[in-house]
């Protein structure tokens, strides 16, 4: 008994993934012979499918994947913010010359600037005295010293202060290049990689159309003998 359960199990368990393998997996060639067959079903439903039904067939398939390698490439398009084919041509008809001179109608306004002064600085100074005793000599030179003191502190407290926002705008750069450099990685992944399986589509389609329309009268004639023998 417990070998037909697990009998039974493991048969469901390899329908079911023969069942995701075909229809899930294989989903694309699926998507291209549907269009097909159902292509010519219908011719054949209609007009028995002969020569004129086949070359119908055909021309049908051409268009559809013409259709699709365009849609293929105007999503390509976009993800580059390039405009799409009907906007590109769109903006060559507008760029279509006119009959007669243009008249141009040009408005002047008057416009003033603020400069506003956002650096500022700061300078120390001392007025210069006279001193002729040691005790006037040695409070100036106190003076001085306390004053290089103040500006050596104030140029290392801004040299600091640079080096911190250098780094920190280094740092948002290199964020920022990476981020950039992801982005660009899945666009061009989705461009290239995403959109080969709906351009392939259309040109599977594209080719059997061709097929088609060019050998239609030698496909009636060897339908036409299956059919008879």
């Known amino acids: 008994m417990n070998r037909v359960i697990t009998f039974i199990t493991n048969l469901i368990n390899w329908i079911t993934g023969v069942a995701v393998w075909v229809f899930r997996d294989a989903k694309d060639a ?10 010519i079903g219908c011719a054949w439903l209609i007009s ?5 039904g086949i070359r119908i067939s055909g021309l049908l398939l051409e268009l559809l994947g013409i259709l699709v390698v365009a849609i293929g490439l105007s999503e ?30 040009l408005n002047a306004e008057g416009a003033s600037f603020i400069i506003n002064g956002n650096d500022s600085s700061m300078a120390f100074g001392l007025v210069g005295t006279s001193a002729h005793t040691l005790d006037e000599r040695l409070t100036l030179l106190e003076r001085r010293l306390n004053l290089a003191d103040k500006q050596i502190q104030e140029g290392r407290r801004k040299l600091e202060e640079e080096t911190k926002n250098r780094m920190e705008a ?11 450099d992801a982005i660009v990685q899945k666009q061009l992944e989705e461009a290239v990689v995403g959109g080969i399986n709906l351009e392939t589509v259309g040109v599977v389609w594209l080719a059997f159309g061709v097929t088609l329309s060019s050998l239609s009268v030698e496909l009636d004639c060897l339908i036409s003998k299956l059919s008879g023998a």
């Open 48 to 52: 028995g499918l002969d020569e004129r």
């Open 30 to 39: 699926w998507f291209s012979i549907l269009p097909i067959a159902l292509i």
């Open 76 to 105: 390509s398009r976009k993800l580059f913010g390039r405009p799409s084919l009907y906007q590109a041509f769109q903006r060559w008809t507008e760029r279509r010359p006119r009959f007669g001179a243009r008249k141009y109608v």
């Open 170 to 180: 280094i740092v948002s750069e290199e964020v920022a290049r990476i981020e950039g």
